[in-house]
């Protein structure tokens, strides 16, 4: 049992370069978020998704897009890279409204 | 603005000290989880509170949830140094969970 999975652990790029981080749960999960965890901010919520073909946005969703095509991925892109988007990412996931969220071991991004 | 406010930010104690860390806010959540993060590593679960008023021990671990929902502390009686980390609040409503910026807790042996 995996849990959360994400990839790539480490990524860096250049402005104005897209990319897709990947998410990948095995506990038939509903419920899946990101989050991007800066220091002295704390885990800010980008985008979430309560089903497959369901997804909403978070406190700080620009320049993120999301889909969940399948319920055990959700995949976060990033369509062009800004240093202010330097930060590591978490993706999670629950059972359902207000249960444990479960988090992966995290990507860092840095964008030059 | 963070909606979850957590203090203090930074905690350096020496073992066997107690601790207090607080979580408050104006906003009022149907539930409020505990985590604590260690370098390297994704958030874990702690506890959920979900009653106005509700204390739950684990452990050397005391965490209250204030009789209107908005707040929370945790307690660490007799710390050690294995429970250095980040310490986080998360404030449930909707499918949203939101999060305090942390408090990162050192105890020196």
């Known amino acids: 049992n995996a849990g959360v999975t994400q990839t790539p652990k480490f990524q860096v790029l250049k402005t104005g370069q897209s990319m897709t981080l990947q998410c990948a749960q095995d506990?038939?999960?509903?419920?899946m978020s990101w989050y991007r965890q800066d220091p002295g901010m704390g885990l800010r919520l980008i985008h979430y998704?309560?089903?497959?073909?369901?997804?909403d946005q978070g406190e700080v969703p620009n320049g993120y897009n999301v889909s969940r095509s399948t319920t055990e991925d959700f995949p976060l892109r990033l369509l062009s890279a800004a240093p202010s988007q330097t930060s590591v990412y978490f993706c999670?996931?629950?059972?359902?409204?207000?249960?444990?969220?479960?988090f992966g071991e995290g990507s860092r991004l840095t964008v030059l | 603005t963070q909606l979850l406010e957590q203090s203090p930010q930074f905690l350096s104690i020496q073992e066997g000290e107690n601790l207090t860390v607080y979580c408050n806010s104006s906003?009022?959540?149907?539930?409020l989880q505990w985590y604590r993060q260690e370098p390297g590593e994704g958030p874990v679960l702690l506890v959920t509170?979900?009653?106005?008023?509700e204390v739950k021990k684990l452990k050397r671990l005391t965490f209250q949830f204030g009789d209107a929902r908005k707040d929370s502390s945790l307690h660490i009686t007799a710390a050690q140094p294995g429970d250095t980390g980040l310490y986080l609040c998360?404030?449930?409503?909707?499918?949203?969970?939101?999060f305090g910026a942390g408090t990162t807790v050192t105890v020196r042996a």
């Open positions: 999670a996931s629950s059972y359902g409204d207000g249960g444990e969220l479960f």
């Open positions: 509170v979900v009653t106005g008023g």
């Open positions: 998704s309560v089903g497959a073909g369901i997804t």
């Open positions: 906003s009022v959540f149907s539930s």
């Open positions: 998360a404030g449930a409503n909707d499918y949203k969970l939101s």
């Open positions: 506990m038939n999960h509903e419920y």
